[in-house]
């Protein structure tokens, strides 16, 4: 099943997004038929079984559906859809561990038939607010990314910008006012339908189970705050209700007053000033009080990027040293969290109770590596690259001495060569840099 976007949703999408930047104050209505036309659910179908995800409250699975017939799910799906007897269901929340390795997120799993639906909201109404979302948000946007946002500071450091409020919000998704989200939609959609569909994602209630297997359900009618982390539509709404912080950033000229460069991803953002850092602060933090959030005052910082590094996205930012000359100059590199989460990853793929053949292991953990390399390839990674791959190396090694039960410590029988050769573990360090793009 083909993941490119289908001609008539793209043509839909254009004329959505050329409509909303030409009438900035236009409210769209007309628009909860296209979430049920059949392209489009078929579509959301589609990137949601290519996004994977474990099942919600009922359990369902991909291959439950396809087993049954995918085209009479969806046409059943369409059904209630369009009718009004579509109800989301509970999202079933469990905790993973954080990037950094200490401490755990919750993380919001609907159902299958859920995700679906809120894609297929997505690819209407995304559009529409691309139109208006500023260049300094990089979070779930189309041709926008992470490494985009890591680029465009280390340039605003190379230009001058170093004094920098390295923020931190506190419980972003979880402190999202329901009232004033549905205000900051209601600016762009008038469609009743639509923004009945939102107000019951957001009112979903929440189900969790403990360590002993009981079921405790929180959130429903009663929640005025948040947005679950893992729903497909959350990245959108936190995105418009950012969108607040920053267009007021603009309206009120604090990147002329201060020469300062905001950049934004979901609820993470540092502003990059010429000078007046702290009165910019002091703003945000009025700013943020009045939208209804709360900066979390332990992680909140000023800096010096001339003298003091910062972390942003898995990326330390500040001085560094050349190893061959001893000069200093402002660097950015992956962050030692960014590092102990990849070594972390290569334990768990190594564990010993992993009895897979190791044509899978070697797949699997190939797979976690390239990723991390892909995302880690801007700045100085090199000695970021040796040491993983050293971690790598012996990683392997052990796992194999302990699968073959050898006697000694394994390095003879699998050598640096042999690991990263006829075993076909990928090298960090073999691996090349993805060409920059440009924007």
Known sequence: MSLSTPDTIR???RTLYVTAKQAPARRFHGLFDKVWRDDILAHAYALSRANGGAPGVDGETFADIEA?????????????VRTGRYTPQPVRRVLIPKASGVG??????????????????VLVLEPIFEADFDDAAYGYRPKRSALDAVRQV???????HTEVVDADLSKYFDTIPHAALMTSVARRVSDGQIVRLIKQWLKA??????EMGNRRMSGGKKATRGTPQGGVASPLLANIYMHRFIKAFRQHGLD???????VNYADDFVILCRHGAAEVLETTRRWMTRIGLALNEDKTRLRDARCDAFDFLGYTFGPMYSPRTGGRYNGVRPSQKAVASIRDAIRRRLRPGNQAPWEDVARTLNRTVRGWCSYF???????????????LYHTVRRFLRRRHKLAGSGYRRFPMPVVFGELGVVSPLALSRPPLRTR
């Open 68 to 80: 049954a017939g995918r085209d009479r799910w969806l046409g059943d799906l369409r059904e209630e």
């Open 104 to 121: 755990q997120r919750p993380l919001g799993i609907p159902t299958i038939r859920d995700r679906v639906v809120q894609r297929a909201a």
């Open 377 to 391: 390839s801007y700045g100085t990674v090199t000695k970021a690259r040796h040491d993983v791959t050293l971690h």
């Open 11 to 13: 043509r839909l999408q």
């Open 256 to 262: 002329r007053r201060y020469d300062a460069v905001l």
């Open 154 to 160: 280390s340039r605003a450091i190379d230009e001058g």
């Open 205 to 210: 209630p929440v189900v969790e189970t403990d």
